[in-house]
């Protein structure tokens, strides 16, 4: 029976299959039949049970068919009684072969997972929760062929019997632990060869050479730089191969896709169907080209075989199947190669799960069907959205990738394609711009994106909206937190600058009311060379630690033996520096006495400190008081030292922050408060000064803030002093001679003309008559800009290079437009609080002579209001004669009681506004052309201690004189007598000589502390003063004369101060140039050009050592005619 079963052409599982359904539907059909009205009784009973009876008859020839077939098991559905009326049930009871049937069916797995999912029994509704998840446990046994427990139960539940396999590891035997070494020792390069690489290279065996080139080279039996020949080589050359180009555009074998059963068919075109009238332009089907069919019981139509025509990129005329003239049906056997391959094709999305491959396929895979079939339903959905018209899947990767399909159930197209055998093409389609919308859904899908989109756009928006109004929330909020500590932090700091303000006028009148018995005893001065100057300037100063600690010379201090000195160091000075200066001090009592052996040690008095916030804040460029506010071991040092004791303050240019130290030291200052210091240090505030105090002062205007101000006052000053040939701009707040600008009148075209109409007219009718001028303004006043602009050069121009850079800080650092606008209404404009920086500036004239001396005068207003000059001496310049290097005390270009009269007058108009402390002054003098007298300027006024006054403290130490300054005389102790025995009948006479005091000698000093030369820095102190010493450079104690050097700092030594003195003014200026000229050679390479100013100064000093050979031949000119007129 097995026999004929199997040689049956007819599908007999298939026949069982849909009698099955037949029988379930008519099932169905009774259960939903109704009666109405009258009608004659109908025997359900007896038809359900003659269903019943065939049901199970089918069931059991349905199990021994498929026994026959392959042996496997296969399950009918089950008919169900759930869905039947309960007025349609069984009227008598099953009989009791039937009931024992029901009770214990034949269980088989379901073949249709599309009714029955994954249930293995159909259980009715009653059963319990307990009861169905034993049944799930037991499908899943049944799924897992590696599950212990699979094949006892399909023993005791089908009774099958599987062979038991037993996988049993062979035993290994026990080996014995081999010691020693395994491998044995190598050849190396003998020591013969080795000492002497000379010899040829040794013998390599055929063992050696089996190790390996690498092996022979690391041993030393090839030598490392041998050329190495490897016979036959690595790489064989070949002749490449050279295709036709035609091969490039021949078209691939159709590939055969799918796997058919023995009975398959394929269609096969025959010769006859070759009609180019009725193809047309359709290019047919070569001579027995296979068409391959989704499967061989599904129909073909047109779009199938398009789909197919994609695939295999050719044209195939749809032609009529039912033709049977123009085609061949030939039966096909399978390929040998794809025994064990399966490839479901997939046409249009969908999947014919009845035809025989997919039939096969899904009994070799039964026990993974269920995920496969999961999977395959998802990978038919995505490919009908995508509108993909053919894919074919291969078989073997279905399980491994079902399997993950169950742990991820929405996989994305790229794990889907790796499953794809034309996954190249599919990928093409599925990439393709809105390929996804033009699936049988793609309306849906199209509009449920849109609506996402739009909601997501429409969500997006509201959200970035919150993001934003919560982020400008959050600044508002930190903002005005910020604000507000700020504004406390404000209040705090001007209630603090405000208490040190009051306690600093408190100090300042205790100060003033014991001046005089403070200055009388025993004192402590604290020296701070701080320089207050405003951050923006401070930060434009280069090395201004440096700048700040020139003032070395206040250690000088202390040749008044009632004094002591603390002196705050801006910067670390080594160990060479402390020792220098302790020396140097030492020698206090060698030259009071005359005596250089008398040394004394000065270290009880003099303290020099460094504030420890140097090294916290080395690039901020704060000033010496602001370092040492923040240093609190430096201010809690300086409290040990000064407590119970007398002290006061002397600093720079005074800052806040020089308040608060005070305040902290409780000590006062000797100065002005901060604020009076900063308004008349500037240059406007300077010429205030001078205004009030009816002091000479050279032509200008002050205040000035924009550029039309500034040309107007220009044009005016030009025309009221036309003598004048060269004017001065100077930014209020520089320092120095940095912020300093030059024009001379003599670029202007129209200028020798209108000084030829002020020469025909005359001086007096000129400023008179004001009509007279304004031809002559309008012409300056429209060529000044210009010529402005093309002409005017800054005096500095490492600070300044062009004239438009100085214009911007000279005009508040503004836009130079604005300025225009703003001044033509008119209106002065005042600098704003708002602003950065509002700096202006003065206008002022040249002295009109080609011989040009500047002064510089050092005055001081005691606390109890007494006013005394200090210092004075002349200028000397060196490439600018707008910044001065150096000066020669005491000065000698004007009458002395002149000069103590205008200063005195300038003194007391400052103290007039709470000044006190010590200041400068600085004047010009020349003699006028026109009248041939010599007339003295105020030029600028700061309130500082300077750098003179500072040399000056050291040259009066270390001569022991005295600065006369209303005589311009420098007078010194006359060198002392050497003391020889005389005999007692002399005594008397001794006495009486000694008791005749010897007169005073005069001296003259030339100062500086801005030697700048760029060797000095790689040259050690130690060699220098050997250089000074084998050139005889120094100071004689006895003569009270020679040079005296200042070290500023010892980090980058290039820069230094000197002092030196002479019997008179020439000797000290050829002194001063042979020390700048030995030291310039002895220190600069040939041929090198440094930064350095030392030839400058020589160059200045030989023009003033002519100037006073030529005063010196006048006066001896002058002596002999007064001699002569006295005889006569």
Known sequence: MAEHIASNNTDVGHILVKVQEDLQELKEKISHITVHGEVATVDFQTLETAIHRTEMGLKSRAAEYLNVINRQVLTLPAVEYRNMPAAHTLAAPVPLAI??????????????????????????????????????????????????????????????????????????????????????????????????????????????????????????????????????????????????????????????????????????????????????????????????????????SAKDIDAVQLLLDKEIVPFEFHRSQQFQVLPTHRPQEFSQAYYITIFNGKINYTAPDILAFKQHYQFYWGHMFSFLEYLEKKLREYDVPIAIVEGQKLPGLSVVFELNSRPKWEDLLPVLKNKDLVEEIVQRPGQQYKGPDGIVIAATKIQATWRQYRCRTVYLIVCRQKWAAGVISISWLMRAQRV??????????????????????????????????????????????????????????????????????????????????????????????????????????????????????????????????????????????????????????????????????????????????????????????????????????????????????????????????????????????????????????????????????????????????????????????????????????GILAEHAQPANKKIFPTWEKFLQMFLCQEDIKSSLEYGSMGIRRPPAPHQVSYEGGVVEGYPPSDSVTNLTVDMLIEPTGEVSMVSCGDQIHSKSLLECWGSTVPQCSVDPGNLHSVCVRIAEACKSRGVIGFFSIDLVTFIHPHTMEQQVWATDLDLVYSDQLAMTQLMLFISNGKLICRTNTFEVPPKPTEKKRKLRREESAIKEEAQIQLPFMKRYGVLSTQLKHTNLSMVQYSVLFKIFKAHGIGFDIKERQGTVFILHEDNKKDRLGMVTIGEDLQGALLTFARNLSVIHQEISAPNVQLENNFQAAIKDIELILGVTIVNKSKAKEDNATTALETLS
Not at 169 to 195: F, N, Y
Not at 214 to 220: A, H, P, Q, V
């Open 99 to 300: 009931s024992k049937t029901i009770k214990r069916p034949v269980v088989y797995p379901s073949l249709s997972k599309k009714h029955h999912g994954n249930q293995l029994w159909n259980a009715p509704q009653h059963i319990s929760p307990g009861t169905q998840h034993k049944h799930a446990m037991d499908m899943r046994i049944l799924r897992d062929p590696s599950n212990p427990k699979n094949r006892n139960f399909l023993h005791e539940n089908y009774g099958i019997q599987l062979p038991l396999i037993k996988n049993e590891m062979p035993e290994i035997p026990l080996q014995k632990l081999i010691k020693g070494p395994t491998v044995a020792s190598l050849a190396i390069l003998p020591v013969s060869h080795r000492e002497d690489p000379s010899l040829l290279p040794p013998f390599v065996s055929e063992k050696d050479a089996r190790k390996g080139i690498l092996s022979l080279i690391e041993r030393g039996l090839i030598p490392p730089a041998s050329e190495l020949t490897v016979d036959p080589p690595f790489i064989q050359h070949k002749a490449a191969k050279i295709h036709d180009i035609q091969e490039k555009f021949k078209k691939p074998d159709p590939e055969i896709f799918g796997t058919y059963p023995k009975n398959a068919y394929c269609i096969i075109v025959s010769e006859s169907y070759t009609n180019d009238k009725e193809l047309g332009s359709r290019l047919p089907l070569k001579m027995s080209t296979v068409t391959p069919a989704p499967s061989v019981m599904s129909k073909s």
């Open 488 to 785: 406390r932090v404000k209040k705090t700091l001007k209630q603090s600058r405000q208490r040190h303000l009051e306690n600093f006028r408190s100090r300042a009148k205790h100060l003033a009311a014991n001046w005089n018995r403070i200055k009388a005893s025993r004192r402590t001065i604290i020296h701070i060379p701080s320089l207050g100057y405003a951050q923006s300037l401070r930060s434009s100063v280069p090395n201004i630690d440096t700048q700040q600690n020139l003032q070395m010379g206040r250690l000088c201090d202390i040749r008044d033996d009632n004094i002591n000195v603390i002196y705050i160091c801006p910067l670390w000075i080594g160990e060479d520096v402390t020792q220098y200066y302790m020396k140097l001090l030492g020698l206090q009592e060698a030259v009071k006495t005359g005596i250089p052996e008398k040394v004394v040690d000065m270290e009880d008095r003099l303290k020099v400190m460094t504030p420890e916030a140097v090294s916290h804040f080395p690039n901020h460029h704060l000033c010496l008081a602001t370092h040492l506010k923040y240093s609190p071991k430096t201010i809690k040092r300086i409290k040990n030292l000064i407590e119970g004791k007398a002290a006061y303050i002397v600093g720079g240019l005074l800052h806040k922050d020089d308040l608060a130290v005070a305040d902290m030291l409780n000590v006062p200052i000797l100065g002005p408060e901060p604020e009076v210091a900063h308004l008349y240090s500037t240059k406007s505030g300077g010429k205030r000064i001078f205004a009030s105090a009816c002091a000479p002062m050279p032509p200008g205007e002050y205040d000035i803030y924009n550029l039309q101000q500034m040309h107007e006052v220009l044009t005016q000053l030009i025309l009221e002093n036309l003598e004048i040939r060269r004017w001065l701009f100077k930014v209020d707040v520089e320092f120095g001679g940095r912020g300093t600008a030059y024009f001379d009148v003599s670029h202007l075209k129209c200028y020798k003309q209108i000084l030829k109409e002020f020469r025909q007219i005359g001086p007096t009718e000129w400023l008179k008559k004001k009509w007279i001028q304004e031809p002559a303004e309008l012409t300056i006043s429209k060529e000044l800009p």
